[in-house]
């Protein structure tokens, strides 16, 4: 037999290989014609290895007939734009506050650079990507206020950080004749108001608001840590929306989390099925997630 010049343990693993392929085939069949929305987080996407790991999974999901949604951060990125132009940058809830000068930096880090290199990668991988400014003529925005809490007096108090938006409105019709093309729309979290004005809006929220837009399958948010950690800094691997509405206000849900859970609850409200919270620093981590028995991260279920 051919499979006699293998060693034993070299056998194990193709037999091991060939194991996973026959247990993903339900999980292919049960996501085959599904949209999925994924956000690509800025920390998440730092390593070369692991984009092409990223990439390659992406041409994957839509060989198997899968439509996948890319939109992208650049915390860190923009962070190290700021930084070497001199620009200080605060943060109010996790939202970074976005002033005149801020705001174009930001527009070329996320929609030039970061995202011509995650179509380029995909594009090497196979994938028909297609880059797309959130900004043009894809999300409608108006301007975020956030309201913080004065923790002496427990006042609310509503704080202006400048160009950072929220989604309002979405042109479907772009995205779907995207995905009607077999192209895999790559998109930077940008909006626009009716002044033309741009507007930074957190990746996770334009993730979720997408999701719930197109009433995606599946919302994946990849990010740098597991999942969501409890205060014991455990991973929960699985909670439901209700839970998820319940935990969203804890303490130890902060910074870059409050934004993830907010808007899985948001897109899940308008009919998103599941929501994974999970770690982009593994290698395949997507194709984990969507075809293997476990998954991984923190999965919020409708019930
Ligand atoms: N309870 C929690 N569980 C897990 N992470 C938490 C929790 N509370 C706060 N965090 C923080 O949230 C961070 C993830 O959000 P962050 O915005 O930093 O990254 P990202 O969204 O993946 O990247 P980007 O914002 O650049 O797109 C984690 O690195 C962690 O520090
Ligand atoms: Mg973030």
Do not use: W
């Amino acid at each position: 037999m051919k499979f006699d010049f293998l060693s034993e343990s070299d056998q194990a693993y193709f037999i091991h290989k060939a194991s996973t392929l026959v247990e993903a085939l339900p999980y292919i069949r049960e996501h085959s014609g599904d949209t999925i929305v994924i956000k690509y987080g800025g920390h998440a996407m730092g390593d070369k290895k692991l984009s092409e790991s990223f990439s390659r999974d992406i041409g994957l999901l839509k060989e198997v007939g899968v439509s996948p949604i890319i939109i992208h951060g650049g915390g860190p990125q923009i962070g190290e734009r700021l930084k070497s132009k001199n620009i200080s940058t605060q943060f109010v809830e996790g939202l970074r506050v976005t002033d005149k000068e801020t705001i174009k930096v930001v527009e070329e880090v996320l929609s030039k650079d970061i995202n011509s290199e995650i179509v380029e990668s995909i594009s090497a991988s196979g994938g028909k990507a297609i880059g797309v400014s959130g900004n043009d003529n894809l999300v409608t925005a108006t301007k975020l206020n956030v309201e913080i809490k004065d923790s002496d007096s427990n006042i609310e108090k509503i704080v202006d950080i400048g160009f950072v938006g929220q989604p309002k409105k979405l042109n479907k019709d772009m995205l779907t004749s995207f995905i009607k093309n077999g192209q895999i729309p790559v998109i930077s979290p940008l909006g626009k108001d009716e002044n033309n004005f741009t507007y930074n809006i957190n990746a996770d929220t334009v993730a979720g608001f997408i999701a719930g837009e197109l009433q995606a399958s599946k919302l994946l948010l990849l990010t740098d840590v597991p999942g969501i950690l409890d205060k014991d800094e455990k991973l929960i691997s699985s909670i439901t929306l209700e839970e998820a509405k319940n935990i969203a206000n804890k303490e130890y849900i902060s910074g870059g989390m409050k934004p993830k859970i907010n808007t899985c609850i948001d897109a899940m409200k308008k009919g998103v099925k599941k929501s994974t919270i999970l770690d982009g620093r593994i290698p395949h981590s997507v194709i984990l997630e969507l075809f293997t028995e476990h998954g991984i991260g923190t999965q919020i279920t409708s019930n």
